[in-house]
């Protein structure tokens, strides 16, 4: 299955009113390429970490009534789920594509990742590009760039991450929706792999 890149009705999909409504285009539209996004990622993701990754598609199905407002591909070193676990996102809002590293919160081990985060901060403030986002919430589009945080900022997202019990760490990159609508699927798998070769260090830390 190729990846023929993100088109305009992708992103309206999330301006559909209805739960039924919006999740017959989104099955329609958008799941078949975050499909082809995990055939073709899962075994790079597995060669660049070491370790077998899996793709899990959202499903979207504990929703009753609100309709899902992103949806997203994750990869995991684990069939059945990837929550509890450090993994690698590409999905969409209706503003943006977005291409992370996340530690959420059901994660067991995240407080024990913030200290080894707090301990590399240096490294990490100076390794990261400037044009990347940090979240804490990955429920929320908001983001915080890279270039705007300074060490003691990003120490304290680290902090959070080891006392909050909901706290989260997510770190990629996102692309504007005009800017992906212009782009090929191929340029779009392209800037995927170098953001996932940006945020691998992270996922390394973990291991």
């Not at 024990?112 to 590399?120: H, V």
Request: net charge neutral; aromatic share 12%; glycine share 4%.
């Amino acid at each position: 299955m190729s990846f023929s890149g993100f088109t305009e009705s992708d992103f309206e999909v999330f301006s559909i009113d209805g739960l039924e409504n919006r999740m017959d285009a989104l099955i329609t539209h958008i799941r078949p390429k975050l499909d082809a996004l995990g055939e073709h990622f899962a075994p790079t993701l597995s060669a660049m970490t070491g370790n077998e990754m899996f793709a899990h598609v959202a499903k979207h199905a504990r929703r009753k009534v609100h309709p899902p407002n992103d949806t997203w591909v994750a990869f995991a070193n684990n069939s059945r789920g990837y929550k509890m676990l450090p993994h690698f996102q590409i999905g969409l809002w209706g503003s943006h594509v977005f291409i992370w590293f996340a530690m959420i919160y059901e994660a067991p081990q995240k407080a024990e990742y913030g200290k080894i985060l707090q301990a590399k901060v240096n490294e990490i403030h100076h390794e990261i590009p400037n044009n990347f986002v940090w979240s804490i919430d990955h429920m929320k589009p908001d983001v915080f760039k890279h270039a705007d945080l300074n060490k003691d900022e990003l120490q304290d997202m680290f902090v959070r991450l080891q006392t909050i019990k909901k706290a989260e760490i997510l770190c990629g990159y996102q692309i504007p929706r005009k800017e992906a609508i212009n782009m090929s699927g191929q340029q779009m798998i392209d800037q995927i792999q170098n953001v996932f070769t940006q945020v691998l260090p992270l996922y390394k830390l973990v291991q």
